[in-house]
C-alpha cells in the first residue's frame, strides 16, 4: 500500500491473522476496473486495510466462529471518497442505478472511516467461502431476513448462517449496518 494515499491509522488485517481482501481489487475485471484507476483511487494492492482498533474485535469474532468450525473473511474495508465515486460509476455501468443506489451509501460513505467492514464466513475444515445466499434472489437477498420464513432447506441454511454471523459481530461490539445488509457491519467508537 502506497501510505500517502490512505491515513496512518489503518492497517492490513491479514497482519493480524484474519484473511481479508479489498472488494473491488477481487472484482475488478467484472466491473471493467482498471489497475489505473483503482491506483487513482488510492487502492494500489488487494489487501483489507481498516481502522486498528477493529483487529482485537475481529479477533474475538473469529475466535467465536472457530468454536463453530468457520472463520470469518474481511470481503471489503477501508474506501475513501474517490473509491467510492468509482464504484458508483463502474457500478451504475454494470447493474444500474435503481440497484446500486439501494446498497452504496454515497451520503454517509461508511467505508471511508475505516470503521465499517463486510464480512463473509469459510469454513475452517475446506477454507471455502460458505454461500449465505441465492443470487437469483438479490438484491432482496442481501437484507436481512429475507430467508427467514422460508420454509426450503437452502433458505434455513442461508438464515442459519447469517443469524451466526450477526449475533457474532454484534456481541464483540459491531452494529449492523443502516441499509440492513446481513455482511455489513459498523464500529462505534
Known sequence: MNNEHQPENLVNIADFGIKGANYYWTRSERY???KEELENAG???GNAYLDKELTQPLQKANEKLSNLGL????KDAHRNPELYKLAEKKLYEYQGKDKTDKL???IRMPHATGLAVDIGLLDLKTG???MMRNKDDDPEAYLIDYYRNKKDSQSAEFQRLQDILISTMTSVG????EK??????EWKK
Open 32 to 34: 471493467h476496473i482498471s
Open 43 to 45: 487502492v494500489f494492492d
Open 104 to 106: 452504496l451509501n454515497m
Open 180 to 185: 440492513g445488509e446481513f455482511w455489513h457491519f
Open 174 to 177: 459491531f452494529s449492523v449496518g
Open 71 to 74: 472463520e470469518l473473511i474481511v
Open 128 to 130: 471455502k467461502e460458505l
